[in-house]
């Protein structure tokens, strides 16, 4: 991204900054990092965005230092840049040396994570999401981060990916699994859950669940999840489930950090048995609170039967959930642009002060 400008003065940065945080971003095929260059009467401005929750410290400082080497190739007389190389360490692995592989370096993650990512804590409303299909509690990052400190905000983490010889199957025994988690973490209730496309399937079924032990859930909150029902329906998923194959895994950054870590066969056979649990599973009843979000867009460049099936799904008015629900405390919010850009700022703009006026904090 370039930005032409007489000054760097304020409103030069601010509108720089402005465009990099709030451009569309899909999480399953962009970046996680966004690089500008400013000009500006013969000097230039480089403006780096990260998100850290996704990159981590080391991985942060490893990026930019090669970006600080590409420069450094190109203008080999500039201070700055000479320095800069010297503050990320560019220089710490002498020439010829093998750097280390994905899993041998002490700071690369390749054990067992907690149970919950947790966000944010503090002596408000508990309110715990349900990751998503193949991925852990990074994909909430931006919603984390637009909550705040308003609530205690956790994510449980995929139960099955880390622990593949316990792994349970089926969305209801996935569920209670996830129920022991979250008493773990929050003993009694009443309980405000949620999750977005599969992870919001799994948090119905905890509710209902819970609901039928005696327990009080506050609030469900669904983004975009779909009830597969019908065998019109099981087969339109089953082809665009399909359409998902190994190289989505090996590319996407969403996954990167799962790759770095030596876990992407453990990925791939996961995402098997999720889709195995999706297509085979039938929604229980919830009596409760359900706040559904319901992207406005089909899903951009699909076709075919991947493109068939988001249209059936987008002709239900909450993904098939409203016939797994309560009518009558069942709200249907509409956001813009489509599922896959659900937890960019856009949609996070209508997402998070609804989420906050549903459970009393607007």
Known sequence: DVMEAQTFGGREMAELKN????????????????AALLHAGGRHLICLTAHRIAFGEERLRGYI??????LGGKYP?????????????????????????AGEHGKIRNTVPPELCVYS??????????????????????????????VSFAVVEPFNLYHMDEARYGIKNIAAKYIEILKRYQPKGPYIIGGWCYG??????????????GEQVRQLFMLDSHAAVSEELREASKSMYAAT?????????????????GMLEAVV????HVTEDLLNHTPSFYHGRLTYFKPREVPAGIGGDNLKYWEKMMEFEAGNYENFCDRDKLRIIMTPHEHDLMMDDPSLDIIVPQMMKDIGLD
């Open 77 to 101: 007389d500039d201070v700055s840049i000479r320095d800069w190389r010297e503050i990320m360490e560019l220089e710490s692995v002498p020439d010829g040396k093998e750097r280390p592989k």
């Open 200 to 213: 919001g399937v799994i948090a119905h079924e905890m509710a209902c669940q819970l609901e039928e032990n």
């Open 121 to 150: 804590e503090n002596a408000g409303p508990k309110m715990v999401f349900v990751h998503t299909g193949n991925t852990g509690s990074s994909a909430y990052y931006r919603l984390a981060a637009r909550i705040g400190d308003r």
């Open 269 to 272: 056979a996961n995402a098997a």
């Open 65 to 70: 230092a090669r970006i600080m080497a590409l």
């Open 19 to 34: 465009r990099l945080l709030r451009a569309p971003m899909d999480l399953q095929r962009n970046s996680l990092m966004r």
């Open 245 to 261: 194959d190994r190289t989505y895994f090996e590319t996407s950054p969403l996954f990167a950090d799962l790759r770095e870590s």
